[in-house]
């Protein structure tokens, strides 16, 4: 879990953050199998997602397409964007030449009409931006009116647990920046991250139109103990604190 919070200092040459184009060969196979998201983080979402046979959905942040091609598999008609034009030719390969795949920015307007999807998918991506609340009225612009926004963070109290036991004092109240040093596939990536409070993430779906209908600290699949017998050492039951999930209702 990445720890190191970041002030803002202004240099000649800012280091380029969350170049996913750069590692997105050795990202891509590490997700495969990974215990965070092959085992936790995309199971939890498509339990969540529940049955979604002929639904529209948008899979926000898609990346290489995994959770894309097993909504796809249980009969959703899927749409993926992602920022990384590397990541989505990652996600080509996978899904193949028909795919609906776009380069998109979260930052700016949507290339949707209104009301476009049932659902939107916003796994592990919102952590990614300092300010939620364009971004979250895009994504309710596009949803229809009783669709769901199925979201996937940083677990806010983990990642202060963790700067805790770094010997850092972290800021929980404050929504604040943060950056770590990722290498993928022998790629070395600088990534920034958005931690904000809990209470600030709640506020900030309801400012958008949104209902919270469920938050939820899911457990990892059980397999997962037998192929991670090291990771999971010290976990006693089936649930650890690294994300926080949410089903949040269009108004």
Same mark, same amino acid.
């Given at each position: ?5 970041? !002030?803002?200092? %202004? ?19 590490? +997700?495969?199998?990974?215990?965070? +998201? ?12 529940? &049955?979604? +046979? /002929? ?25 993926? =964007? ?32 209104? &009301? ?21 009225? %895009? ?14 963070? !940083? ?13 850092? #004092? ?13 290498? #993928?596939? /022998? ?15 709640? %506020? ?7 209902? =919270? ?20 050492? %010290? ?17």
């Amino acid at each position: 879990m990445p720890t190191m919070p970041e !002030d803002h200092v %202004e240099t000649a040459h800012p280091p380029r953050y969350n170049d996913y184009d750069r590692m997105a060969e050795g990202y891509t196979a590490e +997700n495969e199998t990974s215990l965070l +998201n092959a085992y936790y983080e995309r199971p939890a979402m498509l339990q969540l997602a529940g &049955d979604v +046979n /002929g639904r529209r959905i948008l899979d926000v942040g898609c990346g290489s397409g995994p959770l894309f091609a097993e909504l796809r598999d249980r009969g959703a008609l899927v749409t993926g =964007i992602d920022a990384s034009a590397g990541m989505l030719e990652q996600a080509r390969r996978r899904l193949g030449g028909d795919a609906d795949l776009r380069v998109a920015d979260l930052a700016g307007p949507l290339p949707f009409p209104d &009301d476009a999807f049932d659902d939107v998918i916003a796994s592990l991506v919102l952590h990614y931006l300092e300010d939620w609340g364009p971004t979250l009225a %895009e994504l309710r612009r596009v949803l229809k009116p009783g669709g769901r926004l199925l979201v996937s963070v !940083d677990h806010p109290f983990s990642v202060v647990l963790f700067q805790q036991m770094a010997g850092e #004092k972290p800021r929980y109240f404050e929504t604040r920046t943060r950056t770590d040093e990722w290498t #993928k596939g /022998g790629q070395t990536v600088q990534m920034r991250f958005w931690d904000r409070p809990l209470h600030a993430m709640t %506020e900030a779906f309801t400012a958008a139109g949104f209902g =919270i209908s469920v938050i939820s600290e899911p457990p990892f699949v059980p397999e997962a103990r037998e192929l991670f017998p090291e990771e999971l050492r %010290e976990i006693t039951g089936t649930r650890f604190a690294c994300f926080l999930f949410f089903v949040l209702e269009a108004g």
